[in-house]
Every structure is written in structure tokens, then in C-alpha cells.
């Protein structure tokens, strides 16, 4: 069965630090990856996805994702964080018929 | 906007009772996949139906129950409620059966008292 593991249930960064949000994967077939984030009292919105194409995918709102099939890892980074990137954020595997779930890393941005 | 529909937005019920959470999936899309989210258990798959047709469970409770209609919205039943039942519940659509990218509402808040 398809699982993620989230390093972390809260990171708190400096506005303009980067962002690293760590993500390891557990699949018995080639996965496909996905980050979600979650604004207080909102839906999940999609961030990025990796679909067996290129192993560095870009997302939306200056997100980017490395897949590394040797490290298991899909982690989350941005080069310059923004007060707006408050939030929480959920990596995720396709499993049979559904996505998985991690269990969450919030990011905080200290000004 | 995710162009997915969730009525209501906040539910307060008391134990016991029976409530009916509602999604309406972006136009053209034929998947509606339930999600609950709760803080100790975090996001989980209850329920897939694709084209009015159940394809997935998940850790859905014998006390819940869903159906997708012809016109493709979807309803989620929660009877008999428990405090811990207390949870958002989101869905999410998708065009395809199988999960490729899929959009999500803003959720249902169920509080049960």
C-alpha cells in the first residue's frame, strides 16, 4: 500500500529564507506525488504534481518539488518565503482509486 | 475558486441525529471522492463514485453512507452521530475515475453536541 511520511508537524521560517518541507514516500509501483496546501478555513489547493515526467516539478506560487526515487523523497521547497505562504501543507501518494494523505506540516513565517 | 460546491458550511447537530452533507462537482467532472479530516486522524479517504457508481471505500463508518445522483452531485449521509464525528469533510472531483488531478471544496464543518 502507498504511504507518506511528513518530517515535521511545524516548521516555522524567517520571511525571504527558504522553505524546505520534507516528504518520503512508501509505494510498490512507480508513484505519483502530489503537494497540497491548506489555508486556514479553506479547501486543499493544489501546489504541484509529479506524474513520471521531469523529476523537478514547479508549482504554483514559486513552489518546486524534487522527486529522488533513490531517497524516497519528494520534498517541498521555495527560495524565498512570503508572509501569504502561512499555511498548512500536505503531501500526498495516488493509491488504488484515492490520494494519501500525510499528516500535515503547518508553516509559520516569522516577520 | 475550486468550482466544487459544499452546502452547508457549518452543521451543529446533537448526538444521535442524522445530517446530509451536499457536493456538487465542477461541471464535466464524473468523480466525487469524500474526504473527513479531523485533527487526530487527519485527512481520510471515506468514499469514491464515479458516474453514479461507488468504485472505492475507504475507512468509511457503517453509520455513513453516500450516493451520487444522474446529475452527478453527491451526498454524504452521517447518522446516529458521535461526538467524534466531529470533523470537516471535504469533497473533492476529478474528470477521470482514477485520481490525476482533483479539486476540492471548501468543506463542511460538523460539530455534533
Not at chain 2, 1 to 8: A, E, K, L, M, N
Amino acid at each position: 500500500a502507498q504511504s507518506v511520511t511528513q518530517l515535521g508537524s511545524h516548521v516555522s521560517v524567517s520571511e525571504g529564507a527558504l522553505v524546505l518541507l520534507r516528504c518520503n514516500y512508501s509505494s510498490s509501483v512507480p508513484p505519483y506525488l502530489f503537494w497540497y496546501v491548506q489555508y486556514p478555513n479553506q479547501g486543499l489547493q493544489l501546489l504541484l504534481k509529479y506524474t513520471s515526467a521531469a523529476t523537478l516539478v514547479k508549482g504554483i506560487n514559486g513552489f518546486e518539488a524534487e522527486f529522488k526515487k533513490s531517497e524516497t523523497s519528494f520534498h517541498l521547497t521555495k527560495p524565498s518565503a512570503h508572509m501569504s505562504d502561512a499555511a498548512e501543507y500536505f503531501c500526498a501518494v495516488r493509491g488504488a482509486q484515492k490520494l494519501v494523505f500525510g499528516q500535515g506540516t503547518r508553516l509559520t513565517i516569522n516577520p | 475558486d475550486s468550482g466544487v460546491t459544499q452546502t452547508p458550511k457549518h452543521l451543529i447537530t446533537a448526538t444521535g441525529q442524522r445530517v446530509t452533507l451536499r457536493c456538487s462537482p465542477r461541471s464535466g467532472d464524473l468523480s466525487v471522492y469524500w474526504y473527513q479530516q479531523s485533527l487526530d486522524q487527519g485527512l481520510q479517504f471515506l468514499i469514491q463514485y464515479y458516474n453514479g457508481e461507488e468504485r472505492a471505500k475507504g475507512n468509511i463508518l457503517e453509520r455513513f453512507s453516500a450516493q451520487q445522483f444522474p446529475d452527478l452531485h453527491s451526498e454524504l449521509n452521517l447518522s446516529s452521530l458521535e461526538l467524534g464525528d466531529s470533523a470537516l469533510y471535504f469533497c473533492a472531483s476529478s474528470v477521470a475515475q482514477v485520481w490525476t488531478e482533483a479539486f476540492f471544496g471548501q468543506g463542511t464543518r460538523l460539530t455534533v453536541v
